[in-house]
C-alpha cells in the first residue's frame, strides 16, 4: 500500500521561503511520477510541480522560478523548495503519487495515491 507523509508548511510573510517534504513508502516500482498539488479555500486542487523517475520536472506557471521540486531516492522523500512566497500561494499542499509510469501529466486525474496534506500560509 503506498503511503505519502507530507511534512513542513507553516505560515510566512510574502517574500518568504518553506520547504515541504514527502515521505513515500510502499512501493518499489522504478518508474514513477510524483508531484505536488494545492488546493486554497473554495478553489479546485491545482497542480504546482511534478518530476519523474528520470528527474525531468514540470511546473505550473505561477511557481516556475519560485518553486523547486527534487527528490531524495536513498530516501524516498520528494521536496518542494518555495521561495518568494505570495500570499495566493496559501493553500493546503498536497503530495501525490503514480508508481509505474515514467511520464509525468499534471492533472488530478493522472495521480492514484494522495498524502493528507501540509497547509501553507503566507502573510502579506
Known amino acids: 500500500q503506498v503511503q505519502l507523509v507530507e511534512s513542513g508548511g507553516g505560515s510566512v510573510q510574502a517574500g518568504g521561503s518553506l520547504r515541504l517534504s514527502c515521505a513515500a513508502s510502499?512501493?518499489?516500482?522504478?518508474?514513477?511520477?510524483m508531484g505536488w498539488f494545492r488546493q486554497a479555500p473554495g478553489k479546485e486542487r491545482e497542480g504546482v510541480a511534478a518530476?519523474?523517475?528520470?528527474?525531468?520536472?514540470a511546473y505550473a506557471d505561477s511557481v516556475k522560478g519560485r518553486f523547486t521540486i527534487s527528490q531524495d531516492n536513498a530516501k524516498n522523500t520528494l521536496y518542494l523548495q518555495m521561495n518568494s512566497l505570495k500570499p495566493e500561494d496559501t493553500a493546503m499542499y498536497y503530495c501525490?503519487?503514480?508508481?509505474?509510469?515514467?511520464?509525468?501529466?499534471?492533472?488530478?486525474?493522472?495521480?492514484?495515491?494522495w498524502g493528507q496534506g501540509t497547509q501553507v500560509t503566507v502573510s502579506s
Open positions: 510502499g512501493y518499489t516500482y522504478s518508474s514513477y511520477c
Open positions: 501525490a503519487a503514480e508508481p509505474g509510469i515514467s511520464l509525468c501529466v499534471l492533472t488530478m486525474s493522472f495521480f492514484a495515491y
Open positions: 518530476i519523474d523517475s528520470d528527474g525531468s520536472t
